[in-house]
């Protein structure tokens, strides 16, 4: 790996942040993101774009950045517990978009470069990344659309990417304490780097540009269904498991509280906007919220 | 310690929780609280009692549960590490109540007795406990009150004991990632023997029997205060911080969520009912919102 990759890899994530955040503002039909650019006291720097009270999104956000560490926390790598300690940089896009309507999924995006340091050696670097979706009412072609667009951006990459990088989403999104996954999935991996850097590059690009391509449809097709209070308190209340998730769970979200590295409120945009906890809530059998849990939650095959 | 004390504890507790629960309905007014009685598969039972949707109170939960474990988790006794691993059992209640009126603050107690088994020695025993509070605007009198009863409850007992266990509540209620207090404190104390069995269990009994004393008049003054959606905006928003804090730093919390020791919805009724995440919210300079953070959420001396 050379500088002029890092260089690359750095215009194409500001690039996508641009492009999704233009189709996502063009889904919306109303609001603006608005941006605030920030610099880290200890090295590094980002741009958070946040969109809030649109008239499809009721508050999403795409953040770029670009951090340098001293010390890599473990938490930044599972797969590589030698390298903690070492000096690093990070990059990525992290999105995470909650729309309005309670047919309307929420979906959540990121992509990054890691590259660690190692004295008298080359450097070590990996990707990491994927995107997945959280439906608060279920509707099967939304599930096979999104996950056909995951399958068909990993074709003609590593062998079987798809089927790995989709267990592997259903392995991480997962509420422990529930027992229930977060969403339907998608694509999810790390410590990416066995096809060589230009090979992962084109793969992690392959699925970032097909990130829209992915969720845009589902949008136009939900965001204007009509819709009943009890839906939007059930969606409140579904959201407060993505709450619970992100917190609790979220290797990004836990690292940056813990670590203060990065900027709170560009971590914590991933939050959803209003969130309502129900005491020992229970959706009546046969019912649509019922049939979330019990059907469209659970790891499947979708295409 | 005999078998007769811990039958005294749990009998203290039960007639505690309800006496909390019916001085809190008559402070509500309209709604009762709801009992779910349940057991723990692997051994111990409790008594969650959850009220929703009350005149006065928007969601409070009062729980006693009992449980017995053969191997206590290290984030069970943090000044006793040399226990990890013993067989435990552990009782307590545990209570927070959230007003629907944004100027009457949220408040928490817990009190609680851990006894860990040693082999051929005396079982190691400990109370932990306190209460604390937490205005989403703040009054003067409120806060005055408040920490007047916990320095009443504590005289007579350990030298110093408001004074320390203020600041160790001060200091445990702190969001880290935020830099801010979760409220105005009160007391926090835990791995409290030092008094030998009778007299601390009388100082646990003087604190939570002072619970209701100190809630229940700010309470009745702020309950029907007329308020503006803009209060009431400010008020959900603040409540995440109070989500912040329960899931990523409160020690029975994520206890609960990692060891799957107790029941999940017992565990998380402390969790706000209604919540609003805003990004990068800023209080209007010289607002009480802004001097909610600026003066009342700093610990100082409030008698």
Redesign the interface.
Known sequence: MEVKDITAVKQFLLSLQDSICAGLEEEDGSACFHT?QWDREKGGSGITR?L?DGATIE?G?VNFSHVFGEAMPATATAARPELAGRAYQAMGVSLVIHPRNPFAPTSHANFRLFVAEKSHEEPVWWFGGGFDMTPYYGFEEDCVHWHSVARDRCHGFGDGYYSKFKNWCDEYFHL???NESRGIGGLFFDDLNELGFEQTFGFVQSVATGYLEAYRPIVARRKNMPFEENHRRFQ?YRR?RY??FN??YDRGT?F???S?VGR??SI??S??????????YQAEPGSEEEKLTRYYLKPRDWV
Chains 1, 2 share one sequence.
């Open positions: 605030d946040v809030t508050k956000g422990k304490h529930r409140e407060g709450a619970e917190l609790v836990v940056g509280l813990q203060g709170i409120e914590l945009m939050l959803p906007p209003v969130v309502r906890w129900i005491y020992d």
